[in-house]
């Protein structure tokens, strides 16, 4: 079945460092969607991604979808204690409203 | 709105008892999903229901595990009997168009 992983698994930065977390599909995806969950949270939806190449900002958050829609990759400049979390990206098998939910990376912010 | 709301947000329960989940998702969404989060196997899609009906139900561990939606604004996710390895969070989120998802706060379910 359709997979979808995170790398890294885990980072620690120190403060005002940047981070990226790349998300790879098995399958090519119609779009792709990025979560963030802080410790002890629930996930919450930070952005959609459609289009084969697509870049979006959100203040210090770039998002990036890949040509070919299957690799999509989120990065933080100049990190501050209040990204720790864990950072999922999710796509929908195809045909359908099922959203497979990557691995997930687990960003530690040090200060 | 107040948002995805579930009921209760701690549920500690013995081996062989019945345990159910409660959802309200938020008012106007047509979809619904329940997910299951552990460290193992991080954020599983369990079922999911589109005007109350039942889509997707592939992720549903086995029959002990069950889901309704009666109606557009409630849902249950029903295990008998419960089993320790089916301690976890369990999400219910809800969505229009399946567009962004909105999680709710999770049900932290303990099985001893």
């Known amino acids: 079945g359709q997979q979808v992983m995170q790398i890294p698994q885990y980072q620690h930065v120190q403060e005002g460092e940047d981070f990226t977390t790349y998300c790879n599909s098995s399958t090519t995806l119609s779009n792709i969607q990025w979560y963030k969950q802080r410790p002890g949270g629930h996930p919450v939806f930070l952005i959609q991604l459609v289009k084969s190449g697509e870049v979006k900002k959100q203040k210090r958050l770039t998002f990036q979808f890949g040509e070919a829609k299957k690799n999509s990759s989120l990065h933080i400049t100049a990190t501050q204690t209040t990204d720790v979390g864990t950072y999922f990206c999710a796509g929908p098998t195809s045909g359908t409203y099922k959203y497979i939910f990557g691995t997930g990376t687990r960003l530690k912010v040090l200060a | 709105d107040a948002g995805v709301i579930q009921s209760p947000r701690h549920e500690v329960t013995e081996m062989g008892q019945e345990v159910t989940l409660r959802c309200k998702p938020i008012?106007?969404?047509?979809?619904l999903f329940w997910y299951r989060q552990t460290m193992m196997r991080g954020l599983e899609l369990l079922i999911y229901?589109?005007?109350?009906?039942?889509?997707?139900d592939s992720g549903m561990p086995e029959d002990r595990f069950s889901a309704k939606m009666p109606n557009a604004s409630f849902s249950t996710l029903k295990i008998q009997p419960s089993e320790p390895r089916d301690s976890a969070v369990y999400f219910c989120?809800?969505?229009?168009?399946?567009?962004?998802?909105?999680f709710g706060p999770g049900t932290r379910l303990t099985v001893t």
């Open positions: 989120a809800s969505s229009t168009l399946s567009y962004e998802q909105y």
């Open positions: 229901f589109n005007n109350n009906v039942p889509i997707d």
């Open positions: 008012s106007g969404h047509d979809y």
